[in-house]
DNA sequence: AGTAAAACAGAATGATCGTTCTGAATCACA
DNA sequence: TGTGATTCAGAACGATCATTCTGTTTTACT
């Protein structure tokens, strides 16, 4: 709490006043947290014309965020699936419902390479987004082991290659 | 600790006496924790004659032990790297070491199902080997946010579908 | 059975955490 | 500029944690 009193600025008087307490305040940063990454990835997904290439660089600039400029941050999602998400239905259903936002995005992305012919075509894209969203969780916790980034980006290659066919 | 006093059956007298304090106690854990996994799971890819059957075997007994009897559990890898290898150099090696161990069982097992002709010929094993390890822990996350046994074996079905090509 | 060492249960300790309280400082507005 | 509400910094509180201490019980060996 001290550190947030810090790295926001605001007192312990604003938070508690604001949020309540540390869960709600926790919750809200999630959910914020969900949604500049939906802006900052996603959404061009969503677009018609979103190719293979645009799914990569989805991957690229999330290593790149996790990775982080001092230290491997990892995920927020990932963070709070294995420290609060099984003792927390609620936060569980939130990031639930935002990991099935993420394997959407890349289903719809999928569609549109798929009919630009950059991906099998008998792909079952609603699984491959479920699935791609699990490789992109699975490479958080291999930045936070301190894997370098040329790995990283292997392990992007395998997963995509796979696509293609 | 007083859970793992109940748990372990010892007291905090044998538990200091022994480990010195509770970061060392964690990691002797960690390290019987592997072990463990490399004797249930991974030594069979070691073996001449390894199949593609036997990987998605080893997928199917780490999901069944990741969702536990009663709760989700996850895996103690993925927790350790989330919560304390960026913190602990030390540990963070430990897991790296793990971690390519794994990746290494994965590869030879994949080399084996390739002399079967299980797998496409031109497969780079040793990249497939990371590839499925961080496929492994992102399934981790996938349980600890709860979703279900058939979507995990859903993303196990993709995963290995990229490799028989 | 007797004795010394080992292991026990649980209280004590000091640090840290989330949260609340308090009096001072700042702000908006007349 | 004066006043009432808002926000502040930081102390205080109660809970919890890792660790140590203490007096008692159990174990191992003669």
Redesign the pocket.
């Given at each position: 709490?001290?550190?947030?009193?810090r790295a926001t600025?605001?007192?312990?008087?604003?938070?508690?006043?604001t949020f309540?307490?540390?869960?709600e305040?926790f919750e809200q940063a999630l959910e914020r947290y969900a949604d500049s990454m939906g802006r900052q990835a996603f959404l061009r997904l969503l677009e018609p014309g979103a190719s293979l290439e645009h799914i990569r660089a989805i991957f690229m600039d999330r290593i790149a965020e996790m990775c982080g400029a001092n230290r491997a941050k990892g995920c927020l999602f990932v963070h709070t699936a294995m420290e609060l998400a099984a003792q927390d239905t609620e936060l569980q259903g939130v990031l639930q419902k935002f990991m099935k936002r993420m394997s959407k995005a890349f289903s719809v992305g999928l569609e549109s390479a798929r009919e630009r012919g950059e991906v099998r075509p008998d792909l079952d894209v609603r699984r491959a987004g479920i699935y791609l969203t699990t490789t992109m969780f699975g490479l958080a916790v291999m930045v936070r082991t301190g894997f370098p980034r040329e790995t990283l980006h292997d392990i992007v290659d395998s997963a995509l290659a796979s696509l293609t066919g």
């Open positions: 709490m001290e550190d947030l009193v600025g605001v007192s312990r008087y604003g938070i508690y006043g309540g307490n540390k869960r305040f």
